[in-house]
């Protein structure tokens, strides 16, 4: 049977790797719905591949922009028919994940921006393949709730979570005893941490067996990363955060394990691939046959599993702390950090002021209950105000130190990862 499917996040890399493996299999999937960012010459790209019926793109202009694009290559009545099928914004974004002739909805929207069309997607009685780790992390409890009252699955992408829903599966839920996530590490587990003063962006994108976006990539090397996928665990699998173990693995080739309470410990293998994730959620409880390589173990050489480091990687300590205080303080940490990585990529903050930014705003937040996805929304936005006032006054410090204070430019603009049309 032939399933619909939207994309939130189509021009990203889980998006771009989602529609490898529709290519490979076109008869199993349709593309119905693709929502991007800015990038409209790939959107272009991927609209003319698969023809769907609504598109979704960041804002009005880019929208004109890619109706224009559209009918000068077309050259036919093609412009007023698009005109209906672009649309924009948070809105866009909730349109595309709830046409009605949809099955599957990917959320792979990068950051807080993935949480609303998530939930739209659900309430409009949807499915669910989940690479966007934000939205358990914001709102898990309420996610869970809404995917019981709706009767439909949510089934993850992320390539620790996928491999712990695989290894589940051997035995029962209430044999579980602990989940063991495991970690690359990044590229600076065996640096110095005096030599984080002076990492840059570049060298932090850089990883060493991942290749991912810019946001994605900086929270692995902080191990923030790992930190919201702890929290994401503690609501994907039921599993108190006491009982989530996280463990270095440079090798990326243990994606994660469960141990069971008779001693077991049941692990998911194979290369580092976003692929093998992806089409397992799309294709469960059927496994597709993918053309990728195999994974050799002669050829793996060692592999190695090692404690993190809590004070080289304060992120992943602060990121337990929350979770175990729960209310709206892992919306607060997913906030403070997008501002952070932001700022730090911008150049206005060192590596490790990330860390100092999230834990700053989380120990200025009064606890509260996340009674609501309102509480939540709002619980961001103010985070994220507060992030972004803690970034200034380290900036200026630091410039004032710098002897440079005169010559301080302008902070950036507010990030548009969740702009406050919601």
């Known amino acids: 049977m032939q ?22 299999y076109p008869g199993r999937f349709r593309v119905l719905g693709l929502a991007a960012g800015n990038n409209i010459k790939l959107l272009r790209e991927q609209i003319e591949a698969f023809n769907p019926q609504l598109v979704s ?91 019981q009252r709706h009767k439909v699955s949510l089934l993850p992408i992320d390539s620790e979570h996928s491999a712990i ?32 003063w002076e990492v840059t962006p570049d060298q932090a994108m850089n990883h060493p067996n991942w290749s991912m976006g810019k946001k994605i990539s900086i929270d692995s090397a902080t191990l923030m990363n790992k930190g919201l996928e702890v929290i994401e665990a503690r609501w994907l699998f039921n599993m108190e955060v006491e009982n989530i173990e996280v463990l270095i693995h440079p090798q990326s080739i243990v994606h994660s394990m469960v141990e069971f309470i ?13 692929r093998i994730p992806i089409a397992y959620a799309l294709s469960y409880p059927e496994r597709l046959r ?42 607060v940490l997913n906030a403070a950090n997008e501002i952070a990585v932001e700022s730090f990529l911008a150049g206005r903050i060192r ?11 989380v120990s200025k937040t009064p606890q509260q ?12 936005l103010t985070a ?8 200034e006054a380290i900036f200026i410090k630091t410039r004032q130190k710098m002897g440079k204070d005169n010559d301080t430019p302008p902070l950036p603009p507010r990030s548009d990862s969740f702009s406050t049309n919601r």
């Open 369 to 380: 209950e996340a009674n609501d996805i309102t509480a939540v929304l709002e619980a961001d």
């Open 165 to 196: 829903a695989q290894a589940i599966g051997a035995g029962r839920r209430e044999e579980v005893a602990k989940i063991i996530l495991t970690a690359s590490g990044g590229p600076f587990r065996n640096m110095p941490a005096k030599n984080f």
């Open 3 to 24: 399933k619909n499917i939207a994309i939130l996040g189509s021009t990203g890399s889980i998006g771009k790797n989602v529609l490898e493996v529709v290519r490979l």
């Open 384 to 391: 994220r105000m507060l992030a972004e006032s803690i970034v």
């Open 262 to 274: 008779d001693g077991s410990v049941i692990a998911q293998m194979g290369i580092p691939d976003m």
């Open 290 to 331: 993918l053309n990728l390589p195999r994974l050799n173990l002669q050829k793996c050489g060692e592999l190695t599993f090692a404690a993190p480091d809590f004070e080289r990687f304060p992120a992943l300590k602060l990121a337990y702390q929350v979770c175990k205080r729960g209310g709206i303080l892992p919306a």
């Open 351 to 361: 590596f490790p002021e990330i860390a100092l930014v999230v834990s700053e705003t």
């Open 57 to 147: 793109v960041a804002n009005q202009q880019l929208a004109a922009e890619l109706a224009a694009e559209l009918a000068a290559e077309l050259a036919t009545a093609l412009p007023a028919e698009w005109r209906e099928r672009i649309v924009f914004g948070n809105k866009g974004n909730e349109q595309v994940a709830t046409l009605p002739e949809i099955d599957t909805v990917i959320s792979a929207i990068v950051g807080a921006a993935g949480l609303l069309p998530t939930f739209a997607a659900i309430q409009a009685g949807k499915n669910i393949a989940l690479a966007n780790k934000e939205t358990m992390v914001m709102a898990g409890d309420l996610i869970n709730q809404a995917v």
